[in-house]
């Protein structure tokens, strides 16, 4: 009798298959009760935190934000969590990952940018070394790395396109994983002989009917970094195909500078497709000139910094700052440094004020204020990725955006006594302190533990098998020379940087 009544209650039952079925459960309503809610108020333009709120969820939407003193009629078997002292931020979004790459994880810890292109990058040898089961275990444990961080949506420059078989199985894993990602199809020269019409004939297919379509978090864009390197007329067939598909996004790497990849927003906008209704991603952007940044405003088109990358690979970020405005945060390279963006956002934060500061300090002059707030970052890395990819439904929690939704827990003993959620969120929260993950209105960690299925422990196996096996022939292959010119006829040529050790003495520092 006891059991019966028990089942009788809708709200046991939506537990009970959260219990189950972590992977797949949906309830049909769920209340976030009496938390501290960051949202965004559109007078001001800023973050606006909310106490003791509420949220209520109807299944992937946010349908209702209010004070836990009203008293309102929930729906039938609406689950409820109980929030208090709990911070409910926006799902983080990344506007810039590689995701297949996390079976390099530690192994270049030190490398150069000038190093990456010629050992671990999408023209090196991986092409022959990865079978399509280890891009879709590394691209898989990728995405769930975020998730466990609270970063829901991630645009992926996907350059794991090799072939038919690797591409499917990159946006296979994207697709079953639950989070919310831009896998962006990399068209690019190879020399396997999987030729350009190849690609360009494939891109069709998925766009058309590869396994996305019946997906509501996962669309395929496009990674084209040729601007600049391939003929007029190649570079229109793409731009082309695009357009007439009308593309969930188009994304491309930009630097400039001594680095060359000068396929900025001048160059695309020579190909006219800035001014489409596709959202346009340049990814770094560290030289951007004054008619760029120009043309990112007036299109309305964003730029991906990535603190942590720019810096670990020395192409640096002299203006970004100032193109903030139309900027959003990535990670780049997740096997060479952390993936969470609250990292991204704190590291540039500092990194920021440390510039502005110095602007002053040279002029011998004392900063009386701070350049920029905690507020700005959390922005960065949250409503300013949903504005990037064009979604103004997602980076942000309001009424009718996406229930993509993290849950902090403000009494960890980096966050005890916080009074100030933003910046308890931005400066002193960890990954540990993310306690729930909803995408989708899903639930993929809960109570700090991922619910991703129950073949967890398989993927964690046989990505630990790919990663051993691709590490150990990266072991065995030879560093890269780095002599004479970076690039043949460019007129730039490597040189040391000079090494700074913490042990007295020559050839300590690695």
């Given at each position: 009798m006891g059991a019966l009544t028990f089942l009788s209650s809708s709200l046991a039952v939506c537990q009970l298959l959260l219990l189950l079925l972590p992977s797949i459960a949906r309830c049909a309503d769920t209340l976030f009760e009496g938390g501290t809610v960051i949202s965004f108020d559109d007078a001001t333009q800023n973050v606006q935190v909310l106490y003791n709120t509420s949220i209520l969820v109807s299944g992937n939407e946010i349908t209702s934000i209010f004070p836990q003193s009203r008293n309102i009629t929930l729906p039938p078997g609406t689950e409820i969590i109980p929030s208090e002292g709990k911070i409910l931020s926006p799902g983080f979004v990344d506007t810039h990952r590689h995701l297949w790459q996390t079976a390099f994880r530690t192994i270049a810890s030190n490398t150069s940018l000038a190093e990456y292109f010629s050992r671990y990058g999408e023209f090196t040898q991986v092409g022959t070394v990865y079978s399509a089961d280890d891009i879709y275990y590394g691209q898989l444990t990728g995405i769930y790395e975020s998730l466990n961080a609270g970063v829901t949506s991630i645009l992926d420059h996907a350059h794991h396109t090799w072939s038919n078989d690797t591409a499917l199985a990159g946006l296979n894993a994207s697709v079953e994983s639950g989070a919310r990602v831009w896998w962006c199809y990399a068209i690019h020269n190879l020399t396997n002989g999987y030729s350009r019409e190849e690609q360009l004939a494939y891109f069709q297919d998925l766009l058309e009917d590869g396994p996305s379509r019946n997906s509501s978090t996962v669309e395929v864009g496009l990674a084209y970094d040729m601007l600049s390197l391939d003929t007029p007329p190649a570079v229109q067939t793409v731009v082309d195909l695009a357009i007439q598909q009308n593309v969930s996004l188009i994304t491309m790497h930009t630097l400039g500078g001594p680095w060359g990849y000068l396929n900025g927003p001048t160059l695309a906008n020579s190909y006219g497709i800035l001014n489409t209704t596709i959202p346009i991603v340049f990814s770094h952007g560290s030289y951007l000139s004054v008619e760029d940044v120009q043309?990112?405003?007036?299109?309305?088109?964003?730029?991906?910094?990535?603190?942590?990358?720019?810096?670990?690979?020395?192409?640096?970020?002299?203006?970004?700052?100032?193109?903030?405005?139309?900027?959003?945060?990535?990670?780049?390279?997740?096997?060479?440094?952390?993936?969470?963006?609250?990292?991204?956002?704190?590291?540039?934060?500092?990194?920021?004020?440390?510039?502005?500061?110095?602007?002053?300090?040279?002029?011998?002059?004392?900063?009386?204020?701070?350049?920029?707030?905690?507020?700005?970052?959390?922005l960065l890395a949250t409503r300013s990725g949903g504005l990037a990819l064009r979604r103004p439904d997602i980076g942000v929690l309001r009424e009718g955006a996406k229930a993509d939704i993290v849950v902090f827990d403000g009494s960890s003993p980096n966050m005890l006594g916080w009074a100030d959620p933003v910046a308890a969120v931005v400066l002193h929260s960890n990954v540990g302190d993310v306690q729930h993950v909803m995408v989708d209105g899903v639930f993929k960690k809960r109570d700090f533990r991922l619910t991703v299925g129950d073949d967890y422990a398989e993927v964690q196996q046989r990505f630990l098998a790919s990663a051993r096996r691709i590490q150990a022939i990266w072991e065995e292959t030879p560093l890269p020379g780095l002599q004479g010119e970076f690039q043949s006829g460019s007129g730039i040529y490597y040189a040391d940087a000079m090494t700074a050790d913490v042990v007295r003495g020559n050839g300590t520092g690695y």
């Open positions: 043309l990112l405003r007036s299109t309305n088109q964003y730029l991906s910094i990535t603190p942590e990358s720019e810096m670990h690979y020395g192409h640096t970020h002299p203006i970004s700052h100032l193109a903030q405005d139309q900027a959003a945060l990535g990670i780049d390279t997740h096997f060479t440094f952390s993936a969470d963006i609250i990292t991204q956002a704190r590291l540039w934060l500092q990194v920021t004020r440390r510039l502005l500061y110095q602007q002053v300090l040279e002029n011998w002059r004392i900063p009386r204020n701070n350049p920029m707030s905690v507020n700005q970052a959390f």
